[in-house]
């Protein structure tokens, strides 16, 4: 089944202590995002890759680290979490990331900074 | 730059009635789409329904349909019949290709559907 996978679903932790959520697709898709939702704001891009080693920063990546070593992992980091990254986050892919294309989302990994 | 604005922050609907969610969009670049997503209780993003710039018609996809208004820079989705399954928040996007944007995917704020029996 295609599908975009994403853990953990749901993560508490404290301030400072670092942490990844990981992200893969199944679909061989060359692009692939980080969305962050927050009540009254919809979704915000943080970080998008358009394909292997390549990444760039989106609306809002301060705080928030990627790496894309393989085509269908993702993973967004947090090295230092803090309170204001409380959030519903979303992993995304597409074919090659152009206009005509729906993007597939992961089921969400809502984070609460203590 | 990209820009989605969805002003009706709640919207309630009498359930087999129609329901207009709108959506206004700005981008100075040509090749664009927009998108409708839903996202019910639950969290997930559900893909609704997509309309190309270039289109002549207008998108439909069962119940669903998008009121493509270029000039107006209007995208409004119609739910027709409406179903107590409905009842849910719902996203209207938009990708174009223009420059350091190209890829990205631009939300509005959302509408919360609420039907009612």
């Known amino acids: 089944e295609a599908q975009v996978t994403q853990n953990p679903r749901y993560l508490i932790t404290v301030t400072g202590k670092k942490l990844t959520v990981t992200c893969s697709q199944n679909?061989?898709?060359?692009?692939m995002s980080w969305y962050r939702q927050d009540p009254g704001l919809g979704l915000r891009q943080i970080y998008y890759?358009?394909?292997?080693?390549?990444?760039d920063k989106g609306d809002v990546p301060e705080g928030y680290k990627v790496s894309r070593k393989e085509k269908r992992n993702f993973p967004l980091i947090l090295e230092s979490p803090s309170p204001n990254q409380t959030s519903l986050y979303f992993c995304?892919?597409?074919?090659?990331?152009?206009?005509?294309?729906?993007?597939?989302f992961g089921s969400g990994t809502q984070l609460s900074v203590l | 730059a990209q820009k989605i604005t969805q002003t009706q922050p709640g919207m309630f609907v009498q359930e087999k009635e129609a329901v207009t969610l709108d959506c206004t969009y700005d981008t100075s670049d040509p090749s664009y789409g927009l998108f409708w997503y839903k996202q019910p209780s639950s969290g997930e993003m559900i893909f609704l329904i997509y309309?190309?710039?270039?289109?002549?018609q207008n998108a439909t996809e069962g119940r669903y349909s998008l009121n493509f208004q270029k000039a107006r820079k209007s995208a409004n989705l119609v739910i027709s019949a409406s179903q107590l399954g409905d009842s849910a928040m719902y996203f209207c996007a938009m990708r174009d290709a223009g420059g350091t944007s190209y890829g990205k995917l631009t939300f509005g704020q959302g509408t919360i559907l609420t039907v009612h029996p």
């Open positions: 890759s358009m394909n292997v080693e390549v990444t």
């Open positions: 309309q190309g710039s270039y289109d002549q």
């Open positions: 995304a892919s597409s074919l090659e990331g152009a206009p005509n294309e729906k993007l597939f």
């Open positions: 679909m061989n898709h060359e692009y």
